[in-house]
């Protein structure tokens, strides 16, 4: 009787775990959407309107939008990863600020949030991120001034 009793505390306990994460995905989503639905989007290029009103644009943004739930969380905890060990790599460098931008880059930068055309194919998926173009690279070694012939 004891194995049962801990038993069926176990399932409650597991049942009120998936009714908790179902009412925080589902404020979630109640929460945010309002917010995204609102945001006025830039004109297409083209005269054809991509936004709204078709069957397979409200599939797009649906499959964009679970797509989106499964790849945040992981983006995140690698962004959350990648912060943690890039103040590392910055303490044990001895404050060598690149070793750790190169990290914090490569795990912060990049995309969060799926959109209809990244599943277009018309923005890639970036999971790692890419540094933005500073200025010019420089030439590695110095220009040789003209040498002065011997007299």
């Not at 049942?15 to 908790?20: D, E, L, N, P, V």
């Amino acid at each position: 009787m004891n194995s049962y009793a801990s038993f069926s505390n176990n399932a409650a306990a597991t049942g009120f775990r998936m009714i908790a994460l179902a009412i925080v995905l589902a404020l979630c989503t109640v929460t945010l959407a309002p917010s995204a639905w609102g945001q006025d989007a830039a004109p297409p290029a083209s005269g054809d309107s991509t936004e709204g009103g078709s069957a397979s644009s409200a599939g797009m943004g649906a499959a964009a939008g679970l797509s989106t739930l499964l790849y945040l969380p992981l983006k995140a905890a690698f962004a959350i990863g990648g912060g943690i060990v890039g103040g590392l790599a910055y303490a044990f460098s001895g404050g060598n600020e690149n070793a750790a931008k190169s990290i914090w880059t490569t795990s912060m930068y990049g995309t969060y949030i799926i959109t209809p055309d990244h599943l277009r194919g018309d923005k890639p998926i970036r999971f790692l991120g890419v540094a933005e173009p500073d200025a010019p690279a420089q030439a590695t070694a110095p220009a040789m001034e003209p040498m002065e012939p011997v007299r």
